[in-house]
């Protein structure tokens, strides 16, 4: 029994509260005492107020085509990329871009094509038969150098590809048709997009 001293107040007792100190100490590591917020607001507050639903039937059909064109889009940076998941059945695999990186990294004669061509054409409408003549040896000339530089084009593929994959299960002949095939294209209208730069090591 303790004795209560007259004018002082009973001591307190010191001992802690367990109880209570680890309920503040959960209180504080689960967000300060809030409720944990639901996915949608936690959406919602990263991404932004949430638009309204559509009124109309037009409005919906317009929300749907920009969405669809957004997906579109990033679809076709992804490929342009040569991300193998965006890229059709052609040009997927690492084979093809091996292909494709052999066929950016040199000066391919098929480049020319379309120019040579352009010149051609434009040849044959000057009355001049000398000038005629020799556009058709120009034309003649330049189909030799393509199949020329497409037979050079097509052992490099052929080595490269046995070197690296030698039990890929695709036929030789439709990866060289689709290296000479890409060789004819102007190197900015590629696609998927050049990796590699010209004349760089493979």
């Known amino acids: 029994m303790k004795l209560r001293l007259p004018g002082r107040r009973p001591a307190s007792d010191a001992t802690p509260d367990a109880a209570a100190d680890l309920s503040a100490q959960l209180a504080t590591s689960v967000g300060k005492g809030r409720p944990t917020p639901k996915r949608t607001e936690a959406q919602g507050r990263r991404s932004g107020p949430v638009p309204p639903p559509p009124t109309t039937r037009k409005e919906a059909y317009k929300r749907m085509r920009v969405q669809q064109a957004a997906g579109r889009g990033s679809a076709r940076e992804a490929a342009a990329r040569g991300d193998d998941l965006a890229l059709p059945a052609r040009d997927r695999g690492p084979v093809r871009r091996l292909v494709r990186d052999v066929v950016d990294s040199r000066r391919n004669a098929g480049s020319l094509f379309l120019v040579v061509a352009a010149l051609v054409l434009l040849g044959y409408f ?22 020329a530089d497409s037979y050079l084009l097509g052992r490099r593929i052929r080595k490269l590809v046995t070197e690296r994959f030698p039990d890929h299960p695709e036929s030789m002949r439709s990866l060289v048709w689709y290296g000479v095939s890409r060789a004819t294209m102007v190197r900015r209208w590629r696609f998927p997009k050049p990796q590699v730069a010209p004349n760089a090591e493979i």
């Open 126 to 147: 000057i009355p001049n038969s000398s000038v005629q003549g020799y556009t058709v040896f120009v034309w003649f000339a330049f189909f030799l150098v393509i199949i």
